[in-house]
């Protein structure tokens, strides 16, 4: 071929490529010249077996070696089914759609954004071949027309990052259409994807119900988590191979956006990492000083704040001296045992305050579980790790993240629970479940070194309960003991803490767990009193000397005019 034609072939690609993004895909690619289209799926093969084969599978079955340890598993391409799409359900995706996919990911899933990694040229021929692996149906058929749904606008015209500025009350009337078309019998009465453990997708895997307060982790978020347009997509055209059905006929394009707002109004607006596509974490978790006794109950007023961060949503006014809920990101333990599995609980959320009458500090972790597990082997669990030693620790010196070494070894506080008068299958409780819960404390010189301490168990954990989806821990301890292991909490000085989680309904054990990086915390020291006093004496000194430099100002001139101090005598 010669250079010429060339570049008039690479012309036309690029033309073709732009026309691909911005119109309906089947009919373009069907009228795409033969040359150009096997181009096309040259490279997109090309960037199929070096990026996307190890979980989508040689021949797209959703078979790649890594496939077993995900949940969801990759997706198998050869029935055509697709989840996100402006398709009607049931029907084949737009060529728009799965571009969009490929560029921003399926959050919540292990499908990657390829947006930073593949040129536009490599995204659009991947999806060709994408296609082509596609053997039960037919993108050039006539049958298989497919029809853009109607989406109507968006009524309030918000805008990201956080699309806030709904009136209060489109986001009730959205929660009436909620309960009207009982969303909540498969995403539970608050939302967390709690309702139903018994669904299976097509491909006969488990699959369970969205946890719309992780709006962050909606497969079709495309990276713009909180906009409504998501949620009105996915009821009016449902989600292709799961059970999560349309709802175009039962409500009409104007509830739509409603129920939308009311779904987005219950995730809470964080600053989401980029690069991760969640909430950025909140490394530092401040334990506030509080007057007297902490009250040891989850729904004491005083443990009351929002998940929304106050920089974007400012707190109300009688809670706005509460502690902050912090941000924990957990991932899969990836360095032992079961490589690289997907924990199923990928954030927890902490509160802390301390109290120097108590001599005690409290911490309250917090996570959405959609089921508990009803297996007495496997008990729910999660943990608190510290440095044992911390007073040996040098500047920012921590130990090894999970479980300590032998030179540093680890204090662990672990709570293992189980949900009283439990079923999965029955509906959840709206008030929720009593824990029965029992406390282990270790010491940890390593992954092969954690054993039982032998001092006397000081950790309590003085409340707990699982309601909606939602599991809550409240440990307390002292902050000095005498422990050999146990760490000591100084106030002022920023601490090394890590967090544990186990699912015993996921089979999760010993080292099969989820677990953070090391965060920090302080125990903030209380206002020293004179901060009280200080700005009015402050003024009063301030107005003093104000007063004292007139008065020296004006005796000076009285001076001078008088002539008992002559000019070179005056202050410089
Ligand atoms: C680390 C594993 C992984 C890799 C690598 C990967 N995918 Fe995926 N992909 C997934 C998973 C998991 C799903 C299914 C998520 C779900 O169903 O919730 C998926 C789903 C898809 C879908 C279906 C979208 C829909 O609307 O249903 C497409 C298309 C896709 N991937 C394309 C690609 C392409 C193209 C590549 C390579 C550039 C790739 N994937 C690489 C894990 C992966
Ligand atoms: C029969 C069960 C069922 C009902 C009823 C149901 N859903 Fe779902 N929904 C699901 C399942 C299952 C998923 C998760 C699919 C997946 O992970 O691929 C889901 C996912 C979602 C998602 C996330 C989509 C994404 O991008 O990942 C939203 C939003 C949603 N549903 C909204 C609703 C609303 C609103 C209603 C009521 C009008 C509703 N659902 C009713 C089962 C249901």
Known sequence: MTKNTNYIKRLIFSVLAVALMSVPGAALAQSMPDAIKKDMLETGKKVYFKRCVWCHGVEGGGDGPSADRLFTRPRNFIQGTFKIRVTDSGELPMETDLIKTVKNGLQGSAMPAWGEFLSENEIVSVVQFVKSLVQDREWDDEDEEVNVQDFGTNPWGTTGPYHLGVPQADIDAGKEVFLKNKCFECHGGEGRGDGNPTMKDDWGFPIVAADWTQCWNFRGARRDPFNPFNVVRTITTGLNGTPMPNFKDQITVEDRWKIAAFVNSLCPRKNIDPLTNKPIPDFLIQSVYTEGQVSPMIDDPSWQSPDTDSRIVPFSDEIKDNPKRHYIAMAGQITRGKRNFDPKTDDLWVTSRWSAEDNAVYYLVEYHQRFMSQDPE?????????????????????????????KKPVDIWKANFMAQDYNATNAPKPEGYKLKTSVEEFVGLGFDAVSTKESESKVQVVDSIYKQGRVKIMFKRNLKTDGEFDVQIPTEQFIPVSFLQWSGRDKEKDEHMAISTWYYTILKPALPASLYYMPPIMAVVFVCFQGWLIWMTKRTRKMYDEGKIKRDELPK
């Open 378 to 406: 496997y008990p729910d669990a999660v943990a608190m790790q510290w440095p044992a030693k911390l007073q040996d620790l040098f500047g920012a010196e921590k130990p090894y993240f999970i479980m300590g070494d032998s």
